[in-house]
Every structure is written in C-alpha cells, then in structure tokens.
C-alpha cells in the first residue's frame, strides 16, 4: 500500500542546500498526494521534493568518453602531403585534390556540392568549405 502523505509531515528527501538527506517537512502536496515541496529541518531551504540523491549522470560501467579526437579516416601518405595545394578561396578544386588548410591541416576533397562548396575530410573532421569565388577588392 503507498504511504500516505499529510502537509507537515516529516520525510527523509534530499536536500540540494546541504547536499545530503535530511529530514524534511512536506510544505506542499502534487495531485497525485506525493510530496511537492519541502522545507529542510536543519538549513531552513525550501525546495522540490527529491526522494533519494541524484543519479551521476554517467553510467559506471561506461567509459570515460576520449578527450582525444577519433580519426575520420583519411590516410594521406607522406607523398600525397607534400603534392597537397594550398587551401584558398579563389582556387579551383575537385573530387580527389588533396588541399593544404592553414588551420585545419590535410585533407582530401570527397565531394563537389555546387560551383562554390566542396566537402573535405581532414583526419578529425569533415569540412563544408567555399572555393571558386572572386574576393573583391
């Protein structure tokens, strides 16, 4: 049978002024007669009812995801960098160029989208990029 609830009631709940559970009295009630609000005998906090400590937001069983970035793929040999052309807007490119970028490094154009946007992937990324455009000056 579900325990019932009556305002000023005590409840262990857990308070998120004292981070830990605490005895509390029920300041108010939801419709389905559980606790709403609390107020925390020792800190005097008022706050939502939380019947046990929250969970970590991570599963212990999971690992820790990488700081380290994943390799996309893209192998580029040591002869493919050195022939590799320099990323620039005004320049023409297509599927298969290897481009030098000056902050993201080698990559391998993959795909054409239109006259003026191509695909790259770089080791740790892919890359929507502009070529074949007029810088005005």
Known sequence: ?????KLGAEVE???TKCKEMKVHHIVSLAPNEKPARVRCRPCDGEHNYRPSPPQTRRSSSS???????RKLGVA???DQKAAARAYQMSGMFQRGDVISHPTLGFGEVTEIRSAQRMIVMFDTSQKLLVFNTRLSS
């Open 63 to 69: 690992p820790k995801p990488s700081t380290a970035r």
């Open 13 to 15: 709940a857990w308070c």
């Open 1 to 5: 049978m579900a325990e019932a609830y």
């Open 76 to 78: 580029l040999t040591d």
